[in-house]
T-cell receptor
Framework: DAGVIQSPRHEVTEMGQEVTLRCKPI?????LFWYRQTMMRGLELLIY????????DSGMPEDRFSAKMPNASFSTLKIQPSEPRDSAVYFC?????????????FGPGTRLLVL | AQKVTQAQTEISVVEKEDVTLDCVYE???????LFWYKQPPSGELVFLIR??????QNEISGRYSWNFQKSTSSFNFTITASQVVDSAVYFC???????????FGTGTRLKVLA
């Protein structure tokens, strides 16, 4: 089975540009999580969805960040406008309420560099 | 408050040595889950193990073993006969029932020297 898929794997952009990160969760999983990882702050949960509905976005740093999940197999995290301090690795993870519940499976991450 | 503490920032061992990574957690919930993840230099986060609060049995998987002790709120991870490929950052995480959110520790960087 395919794991969590993220694209792009690497993104280099200039300050002020819009950045869109994409995630496809594991089929059948009903929870989706967006994390950011930096050396200074470690792994931070930005937002998570259940059945495509945002449940907790308290980790979203500011209004420049937005996330959507239009259907069960796709989510986006958008930064507009981007700033150098947004440079980080962004992970998407998914989990299921049933079976091996609460175990999150992570995608390979998107390494974002904002110049 | 919920918290996960990984006091060991970095550990270096020589290949074939045994090494234990410590994880101490805090929660007032009676139902919770504990996890270990491995992050190798390539960057991905790899799930290793999940434990629920009602199962204190220790687990062994090959060279890996986990010791869960509720009395000390610890969930320690031991690698026996370490190998260079074990070099990675290891994260411990806590999730309380129904929240589906993880509280991550700060990670322990393990360096296994040949």
């Amino acid at each position: 089975d395919a794991g969590v898929i993220q694209s792009p794997r690497h993104e280099v952009t200039e300050m002020g540009q819009e950045v869109t990160l994409r995630c496809k969760p594991i089929s059948g999983h009903d929870y989706l999580f967006w994390y950011r990882q930096t050396m200074m702050r470690g792994l931070e949960l930005l937002i998570y969805f259940n059945n495509n509905v945002p449940i907790d976005d308290s980790g979203m740093p500011e209004d420049r960040f937005s996330a959507k999940m239009p259907n069960a197999s796709f989510s986006t995290l958008k930064i507009q406008p981007s700033e150098p301090r947004d440079s980080a690795v962004y992970f998407c993870a998914s989990s299921s309420a049933g079976g091996n519940q609460e175990t999150q499976y992570f995608g390979p991450g998107t390494r974002l560099l904002v110049l | 408050a919920q918290k996960v503490t990984q006091a060991q920032t970095e550990i270096s061992v020589v290949e074939k040595e045994d090494v234990t990574l410590d994880c101490v957690y805090e929660t007032r919930d009676t139902t919770y889950y504990l996890f270990w993840y491995k992050q190798p230099p390539s960057g991905e986060l790899v799930f290793l193990i999940r434990r629920n609060s009602f199962d204190e049995q220790n687990e062994i998987s090959g060279r890996y073993s986990w010791n869960f002790q509720k009395s000390t709120s610890s969930f320690n991870f031991t690698i026996t006969a370490s190998q260079v490929v074990d070099s990675a950052v290891y994260f411990c995480a806590l999730s309380t029932s129904g929240t589906y959110k993880y509280i991550f520790g700060t990670g322990t960087r393990l360096k296994v020297l040949a």
